[in-house]
């Protein structure tokens, strides 16, 4: 599984200004993860496989 929608962080009242990137993908245990990052420049494979290494 491995999708990415952009989403905001927080209240109507008390919100983030930027917009933040979503992406859910699944670990080597089949685990579903949701990583928030603000790279818009790589694909959601790329921001997947990156948080995997850390």
């Known amino acids: 599984m491995?999708?990415?929608?952009?989403?905001?962080?927080?209240?109507?009242?008390?919100r983030m200004e930027n917009v933040l990137r979503l992406v859910h993908t699944t670990d080597t245990e089949g685990n579903i993860l949701a990583i928030v990052t603000n790279f818009f420049d790589l694909g959601a494979e790329e921001v997947s496989e990156m948080y995997r290494k850390r």
Do not use: A, F, I, N
Request: charged residues 25%; hydrophobic residues 30%.
């Open 2 to 14: 491995l999708s990415d929608e952009m989403v905001y962080v927080g209240t109507p009242q008390k």
